[in-house]
């Protein structure tokens, strides 16, 4: 089974960039659809965005389409969420997660540990 490790949370103000990684192992993630999702304080778990398994189509949540940017990189093993224009309301825990399905479902199989990503206005 896969693994996943998070890194490139942190703080940032307003209007700022950062860009998470989601490293894994013990599988390729080529076998399967990779995503994002966050929780916020007091909020239930949420989709951010999605790379199917084909690494041909990517899915976003409203609230981040146009901002945020999921890809991957099948020779790192590594897949990436780049965040620009963040506001406040992204302040949340970013779990990245692997499902074995050609898209990444609501209830994926592999969940990482989570990163905090805090944006002050």
């Known amino acids: 089974q896969v693994q996943l490790v998070e890194s490139g949370g942190g703080s940032v103000q307003a209007g700022g960039s950062l860009r998470l990684s989601c490293a894994a192992s013990g599988r390729t993630i080529n076998y399967y659809a990779m995503g994002w999702f966050r929780q916020a304080p007091g909020k239930e778990r949420e989709f951010v965005a999605g790379?199917?398994?084909?690494?041909?189509?990517?899915q976003y949540s409203n609230s981040v389409k146009g901002r945020f940017t999921i890809s991957s990189d099948n020779a790192k093993n590594t897949v990436y969420l780049q965040m620009n224009s963040l506001k406040p309301d992204d302040t949340a825990v970013y779990y990245c997660a692997a499902d074995d399905k050609a898209i990444v479902s609501t209830r994926p199989r592999v969940w990482g540990k989570g990163i905090l990503v805090t944006v002050s206005s």
């Open positions: 790379i199917s398994r084909s690494g041909s189509s990517t």
